[in-house]
């Protein structure tokens, strides 16, 4: 049987920053994965130029039963930090909204930078490979590998990320692991996912598929400025993506699709300088033609500005921007790009993501109850996670 220092399952993010970390101490280590090729997510991420980190992660920025927990490891591990790593390696890259980062060629340059280093520090990467059995041993933990094949190890890493995206991969297999071993798992749901819409909805905005407009999505104290698409089969676009991450089934949402606007006391003072003006001529200053007219129709509100009352300004004014709406569900982990929930944080130490109770056993990145906002917070906490447990294993 062959026998290594360290086991990591998982070479995505998180997997890949441990391995190298621990390689970096002298380590012997094994990265299993049973895909054919590594960091799938990180090279279709932002469309292909991997939206690696962003400028402004702190605590604030994600979800979890504990929202402590991250605190740790990312001042430990910064977005600096991981920043200060791609530019020694010339890769280069540039700032989007709201302090994303991507790279300027492509995001397998990341990919790349990260095989190359693990494997310079000695660390062997195994693809194609899954582990169908392990098992608790006095010296650490034994593998029964697939295709074929059994390792023993010290110290076992789980790095094989959520359920989001199948087609990539992703299974429930880490938290399969942590039930194995008695650890609590925080219910797992689709997060940073597209939001759907009820059949007599969907006929309604049928003719507004394909509009896109900068918006604010709220729920209850949250809520985010961003843009909105209209679907075939809800909405999407990374308001509504940022918002489902709070959202559960059955509950509302609020959209405000001019924020920032007074409508009533635009459309008043539109009424009182040009009367003649049209409802839907006088929307479609604030909104897109198509919408402007949607909203028009489905209030019944027609005619010149000159013959709507204070009334009816203030309903178009509640359409616009008090438009409450109860989603149907999600498209689910197919299109989510996370997975919410995951490994109790109570199970784990913060500073080493060991489980208390087996300190040998650390779990890393998604597969843990830590989620970002969309825009790089992921991957900050799959660098940050992974470098922490690359100290320690």
Known sequence: MQTVDVVVIGAGAAGMMCAIEAAKRGR????????QAPGEKIRI????????????????????????????ALRRYTQRDFIGLIEAAGITYHERTLGQLFCDGSAMQIVDLLVRT???HGATLKLGTSASRI???????????DPGGKIACQSLVVACGGKSIPKMGATGFGYEIAQQFGIRIVETRPALVPLTLDPASLDKLAPLAGIALDITAAHGKTAFNEAMLFTHRGLSGPAILQISSYWRQGEEILLRLVPGTDIFATLKAARSQNGRQAIQTALANLLPKRLAQYIAESLNVAGNLADLSDAHLRRVDAAINQWRLKPAGSEGYRTAEVTLGGVDTNELDSRTMAIKSLP???FIGEVV????????YNFQWAWSSGWCAGQFV
């Open 369 to 376: 109850d830590v989620t970002g906002w969309l825009g790089g």
């Open 360 to 362: 040998s056993l650390y």
């Open 135 to 145: 098992e608790k041993t006095d010296g650490g933990f034994s593998l029964v590998l």
């Open 45 to 72: 991420s932002g469309g292909g130029r991997c939206n690696f980190t962003n400028l402004h992660a702190t605590r604030a920025n994600y979800l979890s039963q504990n929202p402590s927990f991250c605190i740790s």
């Open 28 to 35: 012997s280590v094994l990265i299993l994965d049973h895909a």
């Open 118 to 120: 693990l494997k310079s």
